[in-house]
Structures are given as C-alpha cells and as structure tokens.
C-alpha cells in the first residue's frame, strides 16, 4: 500500500467533488474496508487461492460466475494500474519539468516507463519485491508523518471563494466514498498470495487487516492536516499534483521532499497492483479461463512469468490511449472513478462468496455478520453512485458490466462443443 500515493491521486478529487465531507467519507469507507478485510482473512485462511475473490466466486457459484468475476478483476486491476501510471508521470513531470504536468502525451509516456520498471521488480521474485516495498513505505510513512505535523501547525489556507462541491449533502459524501475505496485500496493483495506463505496461509489475510488500519491511521491524520494546510479551494483545484500544492504551503524543502515520497510511493503501489493482478490473471491461466500459457510457472523461479509479461504488455497499450484524451486531469478523474467502482464491485462478489462458502461447510451455518455488513454497505454505496456518475464514467461501468456477460457464458459453450482442459495445477513457489 502507498498511502502518498493515495494521498496524491485521490485527496483533490474527493474534496472537489464533496468538500468538508470528504474526511467523514474517508473514515466511513475505512469502516467498511475493515469488514471487508476480516471477509477475506476468513477466506484465505479456508481456501487459499492466487486468483483470490476470482477463485472464492468460482468455488462458491460455479466456473459461468467465476468467469464474470474474473472479467469484473482485471477491468478494476486495468483500471487501477492506469490510476497509478497517470500520476506517476505527473509527478515525476513536476519534479523535472513542471511546465508538461497536465500534458496527457508526456504523462503516458512516463507513466509507462514507471510500470516497465515495476515489472522488472516483479521479475526479481516475491521476496524482492516484498522487501522493497517495505523499506519504501518505512521511508514514506515518516515523511508523510513529519508533514502532517508541520501542516497542522501552519496558518490555515483561507477557503474563501472556494468553488462549490461538484455534489451537495448525501451525493457528495456517497461519491466521496467511492473515491476512498480507490484511497484505501491495496490491503487485499496479500489474500493473492496465500499459496505463498511458509506459514498458515490465514498469515496473508492477518497482513491485510494490519496494513488497511496502519494505511488509514495515516491517510485520515495527512487528510486532516493537508486540508488545514491547503483547504478547500486550493485542493480543489490542484486534484493531480495535491501534494506538490501542499509542500509548496509548508514552504521550504518541503515541496520536492512530497513529491520524491510519492514517487516513492507510487512504485510500490504499481508494484503492487501488477503483483495482484498478475497473480489473478497465473491463477485464470491455470483454470483455463485465459489462454492456459498464462497459467505455466518459470521452470526455476517457480513465478508466473509469462502472465507478468502479458499484464504488462496490455498495461502499456492500455496507457497509449491515455495519450489522446484531453488533458492528464481528465483521464484521471475517469479511471479514478472506474476503477473504484469495479473494485466495489469485486469486494460485493467476495462477501457473497464468503456467505455461500460458509453456508455450504459442514458445522455449524454462523453467517459472518461483517461479510454480510460490508456487502449491504456495498450495495447502497455503488447503486447510488453509478446513478448519480458523470455520463463517461456511468457508459464505461455499464459497458464493463455488459461485455461481461458473454465471457460467463463461454464456459458452457466450451462444454457443449468440447472443451480442452488446462495444465494441472501447480501452487506459486514451488
């Protein structure tokens, strides 16, 4: 998780479009993801899989509904790898050249030299990248720490004239709610390698829950004090480069120490998302969902190679069309809003994996009261914001959701015509 980085990307955009009441949307979204999170502590510990909430909706309801939930993965994982690479082209832009922020052609070319570098630190293994992305979110964690201090105790940014919330009372914090999803997003890739763990694998769900409360300790601290710093008006209008806006407030160093953070940052989130969705798209390989090539293991490393080098593949053409919209800020604010939307989506299909699971053990049938919670909360958060989205955001939900319907459907038109099975099974490390 690169809380920086969630910082950088999403903090403007949730106060332009809801204000003050983007701090309230952030604990509340908090609340939920913490549901969520034990949700999937319980099912990796019971069933350990790579293609997580894919492989949970296959067992639970069968290969049509596993396939849809494997569509519904990778739109948000596709989604979610474009939320990081814009950003990280805006950043390392202000950085060198601030006069190309905004520019959609240089932010899509950055962006995709950042995920190529990404992928090569996947390359190295797991443990690597595991490595390295616990000694950048040590560094980033006292950085943003030590700014949170230094915001609180500056003059408050004078919000008067400040621009209107883009939406007013229950809209504005339903929509902001959305956005948090994406803010606190990466505590479930640990469930993706539970296959992986020396010890039991409820250790991968445990690690989950730890860096979800660690995460939104200091993304509310860093939001409250960046608001103080910053306000409204001047985070509103400064939704890519927040945290540029915020070190030039603090004064100082300050401003090329947060951008270097998150840029810091935003390489083990990149990392992180490919190591999921990598791990999804082995996983789907595997079960012959996907070309079963992608289901093979290195002969020596025991890693899904040869599905690192398709996800990136696709990453990169994903990022050419970024290219040619309107400006960085505009894509932004598309994918952003995508992204998290489809992730709700694959939280929903998770929590009622974990209900029909549960049903279906011997033993006593205890309904887990948090998977339960978090999919009603669930329900309401994403019905409410698909019918209040902008017009783009709703014709690409819609569009996912649709396309998705005939890949469900392939599964039994394999079994009517015939259908080849996929390699065995191999587990990830050996």
């Given at each position: 998780?690169?809380?920086?980085?969630?910082?950088a990307s999403?903090?403007?955009?949730?106060v332009?479009?809801?204000?003050?009441?983007?701090l309230?949307?952030l604990?509340?979204?908090?609340?939920?993801?913490?549901?969520?999170?034990?949700?999937?502590?319980?099912?990796?510990?019971r069933?350990?899989?790579?293609?997580?909430?894919y492989?949970?909706?296959?067992?639970a309801?069968g290969?049509?509904a596993?396939t849809?939930?494997?569509?519904?993965?990778?739109?948000?994982?596709?989604f979610?790898v474009?939320?990081?690479?814009?950003p990280?082209?805006?950043y390392?832009?202000?950085l060198?050249?601030?006069?190309?922020v905004?520019?959609a052609?240089?932010d899509?070319?950055?962006?995709?030299?950042?995920?190529?570098?990404?992928?090569?630190?996947?390359?190295?293994?797991?443990?690597?990248s595991?490595?390295?992305?616990?000694?950048l979110?040590?560094?980033?964690?006292i950085?943003?720490?030590?700014s949170?201090?230094?915001?609180?105790?500056?003059?408050?940014?004078?919000?008067?004239?400040?621009?209107?919330?883009?939406?007013l009372?229950?809209?504005?914090?339903v929509?902001a709610?959305?956005?948090?999803?994406?803010?606190?997003?990466?505590?479930?890739?640990?469930a993706?390698?539970?296959?992986?763990?020396?010890?039991?694998?409820?250790?991968?769900?445990?690690?989950g829950?730890?860096?979800?409360?660690?995460?939104?300790a200091?993304l509310?601290?860093?939001s409250?004090?960046?608001?103080?710093?910053?306000g409204?008006?001047?985070l509103s209008s400064?939704?890519?480069?927040?945290?540029?806006?915020?070190?030039?407030?603090?004064?100082?160093?300050?401003?090329?120490?947060?951008?270097?953070?998150?840029?810091?940052?935003?390489?083990?989130?990149?990392?992180?998302t490919?190591?999921?969705l990598?791990?999804?798209v082995?996983?789907?390989?595997?079960?012959?969902?996907?070309?079963?090539?992608?289901?093979?293991?290195?002969?020596s490393?025991h890693?899904?190679?040869?599905?690192?080098?398709?996800?990136?593949?696709?990453?990169?053409l994903?990022?050419?069309?970024?290219?040619?919209?309107?400006?960085?800020d505009a894509?932004?604010?598309?994918?952003?809003?995508?992204?998290?939307?489809?992730?709700?989506?694959?939280f929903?299909?998770?929590?009622a994996?974990?209900l029909?699971?549960?049903?279906?053990?011997?033993?006593?049938k205890?309904?887990?009261?948090y998977?339960?919670?978090?999919?009603?909360?669930?329900?309401?958060?994403?019905?409410?914001?698909?019918?209040?989205?902008?017009?783009?955001?709703?014709a690409?939900?819609?569009?996912g959701?649709v396309?998705?319907?005939p890949?469900a459907?392939?599964?039994r038109?394999?079994?009517?015509?015939?259908?080849v099975?996929?390699?065995?099974?191999?587990?990830?490390?050996g």
């Amino acid at each position: 998780m690169g809380p920086a980085f969630s910082l950088a990307s999403t903090l403007g955009v949730m106060v332009a479009v809801s204000g003050s009441l983007a701090l309230p949307a952030l604990a509340a979204t908090t609340v939920v993801m913490v549901l969520l999170a034990l949700t999937f502590t319980q099912l990796a510990a019971r069933y350990p899989d790579a293609g997580s909430s894919y492989g949970w909706a296959r067992r639970a309801f069968g290969e049509s509904a596993g396939t849809y939930t494997a569509w519904i993965l990778l739109l948000a994982n596709f989604f979610a790898v474009l939320a990081t690479a814009i950003p990280a082209g805006s950043y390392t832009l202000a950085l060198v050249a601030p006069k190309l922020v905004d520019n959609a052609a240089w932010d899509a070319g950055v962006g995709a030299a950042w995920t190529v570098a990404c992928a090569l630190i996947l390359h190295l293994g797991i443990r690597s990248s595991a490595r390295v992305a616990a000694a950048l979110l040590i560094a980033e964690l006292i950085v943003l720490g030590a700014s949170a201090v230094a915001g609180a105790m500056v003059a408050p940014h004078l919000s008067a004239g400040a621009p209107a919330p883009q939406m007013l009372g229950a809209s504005g914090f339903v929509a902001a709610m959305v956005l948090a999803i994406w803010m606190v997003d990466g505590w479930e890739v640990s469930a993706s390698a539970s296959e992986e763990t020396r010890r039991a694998p409820r250790t991968a769900g445990q690690g989950g829950v730890v860096g979800l409360l660690v995460t939104a300790a200091f993304l509310f601290a860093c939001s409250a004090a960046y608001l103080h710093a910053g306000g409204i008006a001047g985070l509103s209008s400064h939704q890519l480069d927040a945290l540029a806006f915020v070190g030039a407030r603090l004064g100082g160093v300050w401003r090329t120490l947060l951008v270097i953070t998150v840029l810091v940052s935003l390489t083990a989130s990149l990392e992180t998302t490919l190591l999921y969705l990598v791990r999804s798209v082995y996983a789907m390989g595997r079960d012959g969902v996907l070309p079963t090539a992608l289901g093979r293991l290195g002969e020596s490393t025991h890693d899904p190679d040869v599905s690192l080098v398709a996800v990136t593949i696709a990453s990169l053409l994903a990022m050419l069309l970024v290219a040619f919209v309107p400006s960085a800020d505009a894509g932004l604010s598309l994918v952003l809003d995508g992204t998290a939307v489809f992730l709700g989506i694959l939280f929903l299909t998770s929590c009622a994996a974990a209900l029909r699971l549960r049903a279906q053990e011997d033993g006593p049938k205890d309904t887990p009261l948090y998977a339960a919670t978090a999919g009603l909360a669930l329900i309401v958060i994403l019905f409410i914001a698909v019918a209040q989205a902008a017009p783009a955001t709703r014709a690409c939900v819609i569009a996912g959701i649709v396309l998705g319907i005939p890949l469900a459907l392939a599964p039994r038109m394999r079994r009517r015509f015939g259908k080849v099975e996929g390699p065995a099974a191999r587990n990830i490390g050996g």
